[in-house]
């Protein structure tokens, strides 16, 4: 079977979507998934290429156990719309950046990340940089939540999984 490929995008990389490939990672490998996907994050700016995710984002992350020290900040390129059968957008301004830089046969592929999580009547995951550590820990509820409606809206899709 071949891997569904996820791709969680933000604006630098380095708090939200490694966050969310940290997240999704973990969930999947908790149900036994991870053979059946390939998944990855990047920003829409390279503001902090080859850097590691803000250390605010690894520490609370760390306290439910989802590891992202591993992972290097990297900005999408043309060929990730080809790649990827998702590519998971935080919020409308990365969202909008993807759409307008898309060619027009992909962009099926681009989706608010949240919409996954439609029970909490946000669409977008608020960038946390700028906040204090609340701010990180906000974001993981989001994620995570979003994570599992996401894996859960594969089951009827792309997946045989079993509950």
């Known amino acids: 079977?071949?891997?569904?490929?996820?791709l969680f995008v933000?604006?630098?990389?380095?708090?939200?979507?490694?966050?969310?490939?940290?997240?999704?990672?973990k969930l999947i490998k908790d149900r036994a998934l991870e053979s059946s996907f390939l998944v990855d994050s990047a920003g829409t700016h390279a503001y902090h290429e080859g850097e590691v995710p803000d250390s605010r984002s690894q520490q609370a992350a760390l306290l439910r156990d989802v590891k992202?020290?591993?992972?290097?900040?990297?900005?999408?390129?043309?060929g990730d719309f080809e790649d990827f059968d998702f590519l998971l957008a935080m919020d409308d301004?990365?969202?909008?950046?993807?759409?307008?830089?898309?060619?027009?046969?992909?962009?099926?592929?681009?989706?608010?990340?949240?919409d996954y999580a439609p029970h909490l009547k946000v669409r977008e995951v608020p960038d946390p940089y700028y906040g204090?550590?609340?701010g990180f820990e906000k974001?993981?509820?989001?994620?995570?939540?979003?994570?599992v409606g996401f894996l859960e809206s594969l089951k009827t899709t792309r997946?045989?999984?079993n509950s």
């Open 68 to 78: 992202l020290a591993h992972i290097r900040a990297r900005k999408v390129v043309m």
């Open 159 to 161: 997946l045989q999984i």
């Open 1 to 6: 079977m071949e891997k569904i490929k996820v």
């Open 132 to 134: 204090g550590v609340y």
């Open 10 to 25: 933000c604006m630098g990389n380095i708090c939200r979507s490694p966050t969310a490939e940290g997240v999704f990672v």
């Open 139 to 147: 974001v993981l509820d989001l994620i995570e939540e979003a994570s």
């Open 93 to 114: 301004d990365n969202h909008a950046l993807l759409m307008n830089a898309c060619p027009e046969q992909y962009k099926a592929k681009i989706h608010y990340f949240l």
